[in-house]
């Protein structure tokens, strides 16, 4: 995931080993969260952003890059419940900063390994790369205009079947994606 930590490092001019004591690791550590040869968990976020004195969103936003809307809420049933036009805000962090092609959407309710309210940051994959989410949750896409969030099977001559995390929900049998959109990042937004 890339992250602005390097850019607030040098605007402070301090050295690796400046940042490795003010986040209680080391300088090789830092090198590497910098460098994305390591995952920069939510944890280490937090030990920066209190470093460097900011919120730690403000460590992933990225000035150059488009930042999607919220699309709506994923309801009980597990479908999309578009947002109303003008009650669509954009993030305070852009999602095109760390995953590729983002779709966003909010939980109105528990999915899953997910609770209410959690925004998911998602990559949008189509064409033979949605053979790539089968076993896991995403949204989809279906081609009649849907979007559903569940878990993605593979059905009948290259249709795709989804299961709904939530048990009352209804199954989406034997259908044709447009896309599917793996969660890539779970915020947790006030």
């Known amino acids: 995931m890339k992250t602005r930590i390097r850019e607030f490092r040098k605007e402070r001019r301090w050295t690796l080993q400046d940042l490795a004591q003010q986040v209680g ?19 280490w976020l937090e030990r920066f952003g209190e470093a460097f004195n900011i919120d730690p969103v403000q460590l992933l936003i990225s000035p150059e890059r488009s930042n999607p809307p919220i699309l709506g809420d994923i309801g009980p049933d597990g479908r999309l419940e578009p947002a109303p036009s003008g009650n669509v805000k954009p993030l305070s962090v852009d999602p095109g900063a760390l995953v590729r092609d983002a779709v966003c959407v909010r939980l109105g309710c528990d999915c899953g390994d997910f609770s209410e309210g959690t925004l998911l940051v998602c990559e949008r994959q189509s064409g033979r790369n949605i053979q790539n989410a089968v076993g896991i949750d995403a949204l989809a896409a279906f081609s009649d205009g849907d979007i559903v969030f569940g878990r993605v099977i593979t059905g009948e001559a290259g249709r795709f079947t989804i299961v709904p995390l ?25």
């Not at 830092?30 to 968990?41: D, F, K, P, Y």
């Open 25 to 43: 690791t080391t300088a090789q550590t830092v090198q590497r969260l910098e460098t994305e040869n390591m995952t920069v968990s939510t944890d």
């Open 166 to 190: 939530r048990q009352l929900a209804g199954i989406w049998y034997d259908r044709e994606l447009e896309w599917v959109a793996p969660p890539k990042l779970a915020l947790n937004i006030l």
